[in-house]
């Protein structure tokens, strides 16, 4: 096979605990995005959130680099908003802000991948993968300093990911 | 560091496509206001790597105006391209995209 799938659509989730003025925020992110190779480089372009991009030599580097411009971004939000329910209203309005563009571009690579399955070669075909079952998108922002003793537990811990999606 | 453009010229487009943007900087990036939208990743470093341009183009959907002010950096839509075009030749293979551990800082 001499072709192979250009553009693929891929979920993530990130945890991050940020500190703001005078709160503690806990953010889980299970989001979309797509990536493709550009100049000679990887990048990862934000679904949701919309207005995300990371660049690498590889997928896994473009994976890192869009995972710590959304931790870095998260940082200069919580340097602005100066209450959790400013910081809060903010980081959802950041990850709710879409990009219709994007949007299609996801929808379009993931209905030619499920109609070209064999096509996904190199480092997307041993990627862990995501049915639509498997995953929910969406954002979750908890004030983790007002949490009782009890509510905090390594079972709240989770790894980052990221997969494709079939 | 790929493709990249000056901001000048970035903010050159924005004044034609984006009339009324306001740009200001943050401790980690650019903050670009457009539209009733807020793009906050915007890289502060100039000259800005193509790939920031073309998904802020995306995000604020000023495409067709942004591709005749920056021809060489704007392509044609893949979102406009049927879905058999969405593939291309094989590129060298790459390692296996792993979670990532540990942040490398900037």
Not at chain 1, 17 to 25: M, Y
Request: hydrophobic share 35%; net charge positive.
């Amino acid at each position: 096979m001499s072709e192979l799938i250009h553009l693929h659509p891929l979920v993530f989730t990130l945890q991050d605990a940020v500190t703001g003025c005078g709160f503690l925020a806990g953010i889980v992110v299970t989001g979309k995005a797509v990536m493709e190779q550009e100049d000679g480089k990887w990048w990862m372009y934000g679904v949701c959130p919309g207005g995300l991009a990371g660049s690498g030599s590889t997928p896994n580097e473009a994976f890192v680099d869009f995972r710590n411009r959304y931790k870095e971004t998260l940082f200069d939000m919580a340097e602005e908003f100066s209450s959790f329910l400013t910081f809060r209203s903010a980081v959802q309005s950041f990850f709710a802000e879409e990009d219709k563009q994007e949007e299609d571009r996801w929808e379009k690579a993931l209905e030619f991948l499920r109609q070209n399955e064999k096509s996904i070669t190199g480092p997307f075909k041993e990627m862990p993968r995501k049915l639509p079952g498997d995953y929910k998108v969406g954002i979750r922002i908890d004030r983790l300093e007002k949490k009782n003793k009890a509510q905090l537990t390594p079972a709240n811990n989770i790894q980052d990911s990221l997969s494709k999606v079939a | 560091m790929s493709a990249s453009t000056p901001l000048s010229k970035v903010e050159r487009m924005l004044n034609e496509c984006a009339p009324g943007y306001t740009i200001r900087l943050a401790n980690h990036s650019r903050v670009i206001h457009f539209g009733g939208k807020v793009y906050r990743t915007f890289p502060k470093a100039d000259p800005v790597e193509n790939g920031h341009i073309r998904k802020l183009v995306r995000f604020f959907d000023i495409s067709a105006c942004a591709a005749t002010h920056l021809p060489g950096v704007i392509k044609e839509e893949q979102a406009e391209l049927p879905p058999e075009q969405l593939k291309a030749e094989t590129p060298k293979p790459q390692s296996k995209p792993k979670p990532a551990k540990s942040q490398k800082k900037r």
